[in-house]
């Protein structure tokens, strides 16, 4: 099994910056793709982006292309999400994701462990 936890979440305004981290413990080593997706009430779970694990490689949503950055600690076990220039559609709960495949998924039912999501909020 695999456990993730975010962190960093938390109240910013337009145009500000956040960074989010998934820190992941036990067998980390089946993780070959990490993602994010963010959720706000009412809507689908929705991916914003993932890496692979080994590579480094990335993929991201055209909502926040340009504007967000993945990135990995390998010897840390953990992910991170750089936020800038946020807007106020940013708002949402910001969940992590690890993945067996090595193909990066954009959906969330192709992922196989997640953690419990850090809230942001982006006032206007």
């Known amino acids: 099994q695999v456990q993730l936890v975010e962190s960093g979440g938390g109240l910013v305004q337009t145009g500000g910056s956040l960074r989010l981290s998934c820190a992941a413990s036990?067998?980390?080593?089946?993780?070959?793709?990490a993602g994010w997706f963010r959720q706000t009430p009412g809507k689908e779970r929705e991916f914003v982006g993932a890496?692979?694990?080994?590579?480094?490689?990335?993929n991201y949503a055209d909502s926040v292309k340009g504007r967000f950055t993945i990135s990995r600690d390998n010897a840390k076990n953990t992910m991170y999400l750089q936020m800038n220039s946020l807007k106020p559609e940013d708002t949402a709960v910001y969940y992590c994701?690890?993945?067996?495949?090595?193909?990066?998924?954009?959906?969330?039912?192709?992922?196989?462990?997640w953690g419990q999501g850090t809230q942001v909020t982006v006032s206007s």
């Open positions: 036990g067998r980390t080593f089946s993780i070959y793709v």
């Open positions: 890496i692979r694990w080994n590579s480094g490689g990335t």
């Open positions: 994701a690890g993945r067996q495949g090595s193909r990066i998924a954009v959906r969330g039912n192709e992922y196989d462990y």
